[in-house]
Nanobody
């Protein structure tokens, strides 16, 4: 059974940084594409970033240059470094895994950016 557990969310002032982490279990981690999505109040869930099993990365256009996704296959973790945070980055951030179209989700972690 795949389990994804996010951590690192919290309250930060605009311009600050946060690092989210996701610990994965119940899977062959290195074979999975991993990603982060977010959902702000009243909005649809949207892609933040993905990192494939071969370490290719892709980001939402609006977040390029501020967010960095990385993975550690030895520790079965994927991280999201978020810099220069803005109030509009406030959302619940979800970790995802994808193996041949089978997607799993974490429970989410709240990120709140105050102005």
């Amino acid at each position: 059974q795949v389990q994804l557990v996010e951590s690192g969310g919290g309250l930060v002032q605009a311009g600050g940084s946060l690092r989210l982490a996701c610990a994965a279990s119940g899977m062959i981690f290195r074979r999975n594409d991993m990603g982060w999505f977010r959902q702000a109040p009243g909005k649809q869930r949207e892609l933040v970033a993905v990192i494939t099993s071969d370490f290719s990365t892709n980001y939402a256009d609006s977040l390029k240059g501020r967010f960095t996704i990385s993975r550690d296959n030895a520790k079965n973790t994927v991280s999201l470094q978020m810099n220069s945070l803005k109030p509009e980055d406030t959302a619940v951030y979800y970790c995802t895994s994808d193996y041949r179209g089978f997607r799993s989700w974490g429970q989410g972690t709240q990120v709140t950016v105050s102005s």
